[in-house]
Nanobody, 120 residues
Framework: QVQLAESGGGLVQAGGSLRLSCAAS????????MGWYRQAPGKQRELVAV???????NYADSVKGRFTISRDNANNMVYMQMNNLKPEDTGVYCC??????????????WGQGTQVTVSS
């Protein structure tokens, strides 16, 4: 079992920046991937950024060039720096851990989320 705890959300004006943090209860070194998702009211949860075990990153087109995902394996932390925030970025941001397939079962875990609100 993996527990994930997010922090760093808040209220910011358009054009501002926030840095989200995700603390994992287990080592993230061997996890297939760590990622950030977001969900706004009335919208489906969407992938924002993902960082694979090998260091590859992928971003939603809407955040490319503005958001950066990173990790600190020694401290079991995942971060996402968010710059030039837009009102459309408003939502609950959740950390996600993909452990891959273990004993024929696909395992993944979610944090409870942190609210990001961007005012115009």
């Amino acid at each position: 079992q993996v527990q994930l705890a997010e922090s760093g959300g808040g209220l910011v004006q358009a054009g501002g920046s926030l840095r989200l943090s995700c603390a994992a209860s287990k080592n993230i070194f061997n996890m297939n991937a760590m990622g950030w998702y977001r969900q706004a009211p009335g919208k489906q949860r969407e992938l924002v950024a993902v960082l694979s075990r090998g260091g590859n990153t992928n971003y939603a087109d809407s955040v490319k060039g503005r958001f950066t995902i990173s990790r600190d394996n020694a401290n079991n932390m995942v971060y996402m720096q968010m710059n030039n925030l837009k009102p459309e970025d408003t939502g609950v941001y959740c950390c996600h851990a993909d452990l891959g397939t273990v004993l024929f079962q696909k395992l993944d875990y979610w944090g409870q989320g942190t609210q990001v609100t961007v005012s115009s």
